[in-house]
C-alpha cells in the first residue's frame, strides 16, 4: 500500500500569502496519477487538481500543483478568504488500491 | 448538472449491518466507476473501495475486506454499500463519489454511527 504522507498538519497564512503543501508518497507515483482536493468545514471534498498540475473545472488560476516521482507541492499564490480549508492529496497511480493523505488544514495566520 | 444523494444512514451497535444506497443523476451512471469514501469524526479521508462500470470488478480498502459489498444497478441509478459485523471504527460519514481514479463528483454523505 502506498503511504501518502502530508506536511504540515497546520499551515497559518495570512490573506494574500502564498501558501505551499507538501504531499510525499512512500513509492515513486506517476505525475500523471496525483490530484488534490479541497475540502470546508461541513462540506464535502471538492476536486483541484489532478494529473499533479491539472486544475480541475472551474479551479482558480492561483492554485497550481507541481512534483514528480514522491515529492509533490500545491501552491496557493495569493490567499482569499475562501482559500481557507484542509487540503488532500491522492495517489491512483497503484491500482486498485487507492489512498489519501492525511491532509493540511490551512488557516488563517 | 451532476447530483448524488446518499442515504441510510443511522445508529447501529456493534457487530449490526447497515445498507448505504446513493442515487445519482444528471450523467450516465452505467458509464461510470463509482466509489465509496468515508471520513471518521475530525478525520482525513479514507478510500473504502470502488465498482466498475457494469460492475465486472470490484475492489475494497484492506479495513473493509469481508465485510463490507459495494454493488450497484444501472437500471435505477443507484450505488450500494452493505456494511456487515461493522465496528465502531467504521464511524464516519461516508461519500458516493464517481470515479476515474480521479474522485471528481462527491455526495454530502450520510454518517454512519456504530455505537452501543
Request: net charge neutral.
Amino acid at each position: 500500500e502506498i503511504v501518502m504522507t502530508q506536511s504540515p498538519a497546520t499551515l497559518s497564512v495570512s490573506p494574500g500569502e502564498r501558501a505551499t503543501l507538501s504531499c510525499t508518497a512512500s513509492q515513486s507515483v506517476s505525475s500523471n496519477y496525483l490530484a488534490w482536493y479541497q475540502q470546508k468545514p461541513g462540506q464535502a471534498p471538492r476536486l483541484l487538481i489532478y494529473s499533479t498540475s491539472t486544475r480541475a473545472t472551474g479551479i482558480p488560476a492561483r492554485f497550481s500543483g507541481s512534483g514528480s516521482g514522491t515529492e509533490f507541492t500545491l501552491t496557493i499564490s495569493s490567499l482569499q478568504s475562501e482559500d481557507f480549508a484542509v487540503y488532500y492529496c491522492q495517489q491512483y497511480n497503484h491500482w486498485p488500491k487507492l489512498s489519501f493523505g492525511g491532509g493540511t488544514k490551512v488557516e488563517i495566520k | 448538472q451532476v447530483q448524488l444523494v446518499e442515504s441510510g444512514g443511522g445508529l447501529v451497535k456493534p457487530g449490526g449491518s447497515l445498507r448505504l444506497s446513493c442515487a445519482a443523476s444528471g450523467f450516465t451512471f452505467s458509464d461510470y466507476y463509482m466509489s465509496w469514501v468515508r471520513q471518521a469524526p475530525g478525520k482525513g479521508l479514507e478510500w473504502v473501495g470502488y465498482i466498475r462500470s457494469g460492475g465486472s470488478a470490484i475492489y475494497y480498502a484492506d479495513s473493509v475486506e469481508g465485510r463490507f459489498t459495494i454493488s450497484r444497478d444501472d437500471a435505477k441509478n443507484s450505488l450500494y454499500l452493505q456494511m456487515n459485523s461493522l465496528r465502531a471504527e467504521d464511524s464516519a460519514v461516508y461519500y458516493c463519489v464517481t470515479f476515474r481514479g480521479i474522485m471528481e463528483y462527491w455526495g454530502q454523505g450520510t454518517l454512519v454511527t456504530v455505537s452501543s
